[in-house]
């Protein structure tokens, strides 16, 4: 199997939804995706992008197969400053545990350090102790100190 990891472009987004789809389901919330194609593919790639974003292809240019994603935004910490905010890492499931992940994973590193990001944060679930396994063999640093907000204006 021959993995091509390259930054993503905008006809990538109907896949790209698909794979984030497929996570809201494993997540257990398969109907918390709520933006439209349109709203996501103008906030990655419109006149403001907000979102960046690599891809995990099979295959050559004329007959790609997308096995994931990771989707990532900057984000400032007054106390450590600019960050990369890995906003999704997505390996479909019938690909996972062929290092799909670890090969998004470590291209997404570099384009933190790339960017000279003091560095990267992300959430995972308690639950979800593959990713907490994967995550911790980097020297993650997992916290259960803090609690997830939100508030929701739609």
């Known amino acids: 199997m021959s993995i091509l990891i390259r930054k993503a472009i905008a006809s990538d987004c109907p896949r790209m939804l698909e794979l984030i789809r497929e996570l809201a389901v494993f997540e257990k ?14 906030n990655g790639f419109g006149k403001n992008p907000v979102w960046k974003a690599l891809v995990a292809v099979e295959g050559d240019t004329d007959n790609e197969k997308m096995l994931g994603i990771s989707l990532y935004y900057m984000r400032y910490s007054t106390w450590k400053g ?72 739609r």
């Open 29 to 42: 919330a398969p109907d918390a995706v709520t933006v439209t194609l349109d709203h996501f593919v103008e």
């Open 82 to 153: 600019l960050m990369l905010y890995l906003e999704d890492l997505i390996v479909t499931q019938e690909y996972r545990g062929k290092g799909i992940g670890k090969l998004l994973f470590d291209q997404t590193v570099q384009e933190a350090r790339d960017m000279n990001v003091c560095g990267i944060i992300w959430q995972v679930l308690d639950w979800n102790e593959p990713a907490i396994s994967f995550y911790k063999k980097y020297g993650a640093d997992i916290s259960n100190e803090w609690l997830n907000c939100a508030l929701s204006l």
